[in-house]
């Protein structure tokens, strides 16, 4: 493995994490706590970069892959991982998937929710 590109996720990564942590805190101050706000916002303004920076790629910027692997995966892999699943709901419609593109969203969303949901009853049970 690229030792150049490990370290391209390691530091995107962790400013990707403090980004996140730094924009939940200033929108829980702005708009209070009986909304998650902040996550929504990082969702959906991860999303948004992510979409800029892979159009941008195929259109005009060559992007290395360690500039990819910085900010893709490593910056918004930290910010918001809600970003690569729109990524990946993306290239199966753009592909002509649409159908397991809603099933991808159906079965994400649903399986996710399921697990947090298992995991908690589970602990409060044995716990």
Known sequence: MNPL???AV???GGTGSLARHYSILAATKLFGEAFPYGTLFVNVLGSF????IIETGALKWQVSPEMKALLVTGFLGGFTTFSAFSLDVLKLT???HALAAAAYVAASVF???LAVFAATHLLRAVL
């Open 10 to 12: 390691f530091v995107g």
């Open 5 to 7: 590109l490990l370290l």
């Open 49 to 52: 970069i992510i979409g800029v």
């Open 94 to 96: 753009d592909t002509g």
């Open 111 to 113: 399986l996710s929710l």
